[in-house]
């Protein structure tokens, strides 16, 4: 993690005072759990040490005036519980929290942000959920409001349906708001339970490749795997009692209805039973220190993404064969919603260089592009660092 002081110069050239507010808000990796989520299923996510920094000053009026340096731009709104989304996008990620936390009766003030983040755009690392539970810890912390950490992730999850127009699960809030340094999350999309699972090794850590693409089919497909899943469950539950969704089918129920689903439902149900069953499994070798085992439930999970869910594509793929090639991998995927952003990979510390070397010399001859390649620890949640 960097230390997010070295704006401050920046924000006293831009607004001609000091912060009094700094806040740290971590991007998260999926290290197994695709697609369980909006099928009541079970999620095991990372923070990760790339995050958004938002520096804040009070101002005596009502504004709320947003600098974001990744736009050079600014944006200015009045605090409101009727603020509506508009121009620039970037900023209907604040104008939904500032709205939502104003509905709940929370006292916010006027601030000058400087806004400035590491983490990739469009790469699958929840860039926008950093930035909505950022400027949630922000505003609270600069009108000596507080809030719980759960509230405070389904409020940022409304944002982004309402304001931003994305209709996510509670992953990506919930890891920001709840993680813990060293630890990654194992989260129950249904009952909102969770358990802090140790992932501290001194010699392993993740890697992250961005492909630096995002197929636009991604955008069309989502809501037709979603329908797909609702629509098997629906046929099992005519026959089996509590079936609700996906979540409630193991293996063996599911082959036992094989032959009432058609082959396209069939695979992509196998996907998320599997892939459920998958979390579990690489939980438990975190918990064990079996690195070997939670690698291989990684390197499944990946197969049974490009398979039955066909989510994946030709960049993901090239990088998860190629990351696996290389010594010291335990297991990879790729990791977040579909046909491009990042894989993660589960390696041995001591061969990060020599696998981002060979990544980044095989990526570039194949599709003349650098894909963007960090290792990480698992980080702790959102904070304020100065109030």
């Known amino acids: 993690m960097s230390d997010p002081r070295r704006f401050i110069s920046s924000f006293r050239e831009r607004f001609g005072i000091e912060p009094q507010i700094i806040v740290r808000s971590p991007g998260r990796v999926e290290i197994i759990g695709g697609h369980t989520d909006y099928n009541d299923g079970f999620v095991l996510p990372m923070a990760i040490e790339r995050e958004a920094v938002m520096l804040a000053a009070r101002r005596t009026d009502r504004t709320i005036r947003i600098y974001s340096d990744l736009f050079d731009e600014t944006c200015e709104f009045e605090v409101s519980a009727d603020l509506a989304a508009g121009k620039p996008s970037w900023a209907n990620y604040a104008k939904g929290v500032a709205a939502l936390l104003a509905r709940a009766g929370k006292k916010l003030v006027g601030l000058d942000v400087l806004v400035s983040s590491t983490i990739p755009s469009g790469g699958g690392l929840s860039s926008s959920a950093a930035l909505e539970v950022g400027y949630?810890?922000?505003?609270?912390?600069?009108?000596?409001?507080?809030?719980?950490?759960?509230?405070?992730?389904?409020?940022?999850?409304?944002?982004?349906?309402?304001?931003?127009g994305a209709p996510c699960g509670i992953m990506d809030q919930f890891i920001c708001v709840l993680g813990r340094a060293g630890h990654a999350l194992l989260l129950d999309c249904r009952s909102q339970e969770f358990e802090?699972?140790?992932?501290?090794?001194?010699?392993?850590?993740?890697?992250?490749?961005?492909?630096?693409?995002?197929?636009?089919?991604?955008?069309?497909?989502?809501?037709?795997?979603?329908?797909?899943?609702?629509?098997?469950?629906?046929?099992?539950?005519?026959?089996?009692?509590?079936?609700?969704?996906?979540?409630?089918?193991?293996?063996?129920?599911?082959?036992?209805?094989?032959?009432?689903?058609?082959?396209?439902?069939?695979?992509?149900?196998?996907?998320?039973?599997?892939?459920?069953?998958?979390?579990?499994?690489?939980?438990?070798?975190?918990?064990?220190?079996?690195?070997?085992?939670?690698?291989?439930?990684?390197?499944?999970?990946?197969?049974?993404?490009?398979?039955?869910?066909?989510?994946?594509?030709?960049?993901?793929?090239?990088?998860?064969?190629?990351?696996?090639?290389?010594?010291?991998?335990?297991?990879?995927?790729?990791?977040?919603?579909?046909?491009?952003?990042?894989?993660?990979?589960?390696?041995?510390?001591?061969?990060?260089?020599?696998?981002?070397?060979?990544?980044?010399?095989?990526?570039?001859?194949?599709?003349?592009?650098?894909?963007?390649?960090?290792?990480?620890?698992?980080?702790?949640?959102?904070?304020?660092l100065q109030s």
């Open 196 to 384: 802090h699972v140790a992932m501290a090794f001194d010699h392993a850590a993740l890697l992250i490749a961005d492909t630096r693409v995002k197929h636009d089919l991604g955008n069309s497909e989502y809501p037709v795997r979603r329908a797909q899943c609702e629509k098997a469950a629906a046929i099992i539950g005519r026959h089996e009692r509590g079936v609700a969704a996906l979540r409630d089918v193991d293996a063996a129920m599911l082959e036992k209805y094989k032959g009432r689903l058609d082959p396209l439902l069939y695979r992509r149900a196998r996907h998320v039973v599997g892939e459920d069953q998958r979390v579990m499994e690489a939980a438990a070798g975190f918990r064990s220190g079996d690195l070997a085992a939670a690698g291989d439930a990684m390197n499944r999970s990946h197969e049974s993404a490009r398979d039955d869910y066909e989510i994946s594509c030709e960049e993901l793929n090239f990088l998860v064969d190629r990351v696996r090639e290389c010594e010291g991998v335990y297991g990879a995927r790729m990791s977040g919603g579909a046909f491009g952003g990042c894989i993660v990979a589960l390696i041995d510390t001591a061969r990060g260089e020599a696998i981002e070397a060979r990544l980044t010399e095989t990526y570039e001859k194949r599709f003349n592009i650098s894909p963007g390649i960090f290792v990480t620890a698992a980080a702790g949640g959102a904070e304020v």
């Open 136 to 164: 949630g810890r922000t505003m609270l912390a600069a009108a000596g409001e507080t809030m719980d950490p759960v509230q405070l992730g389904l409020l940022a999850q409304k944002a982004e349906h309402d304001w931003a």
